[in-house]
């Protein structure tokens, strides 16, 4: 059984910052891309960013130069660092794995932990 475990998530306020945390149970995913969506009340989940295991990244348009993704790839680990965060991020992020794309979602999710950026 796979398991995610998500952390990291809360409220901020408006340019502040955040890092969210998630580790996969299963070291089968040492292969996969990970990454993280969001999904916002009314919205269709969307990619936020997602990076292979040799490091290659994808970042969407609305993150880009805010966000850095990382990984640890001994820990099945990814870490989501987000700054100069917005009111319009707030949303439900949720950890992915079990993709070979980057631009596609793997078959795993995490129970998803909730970003709130407000005043």
């Known amino acids: 059984q796979v398991q995610l475990v998500e952390s990291g998530g809360g409220l901020v306020q408006p340019g502040g910052s955040l890092r969210l945390s998630c580790t996969a149970s299963?070291?089968?995913?040492?292969?996969?891309?990970m990454g993280w969506y969001r999904q916002a009340p009314g919205k269709q989940r969307e990619l936020v960013a997602t990076?292979?295991?040799?490091?290659?990244?994808n970042y969407a348009d609305f993150v880009k130069g805010r966000a850095t993704i990382s990984r640890d790839n001994a820990k099945n680990t990814v870490f989501l660092q987000m700054n100069s965060l917005k009111p319009e991020d707030t949303a439900v992020y949720y950890c992915?794995?079990?993709?070979?794309?980057?631009?596609?979602?793997?078959?795993?999710w995490g129970q998803g932990t909730q970003v709130t950026v407000s005043s």
């Open positions: 299963n070291r089968i995913f040492s292969w996969s891309v």
């Open positions: 990076i292979t295991s040799d490091g290659r990244t």
């Open positions: 992915n794995v079990g993709s070979a794309s980057l631009v596609t979602a793997g078959g795993y």
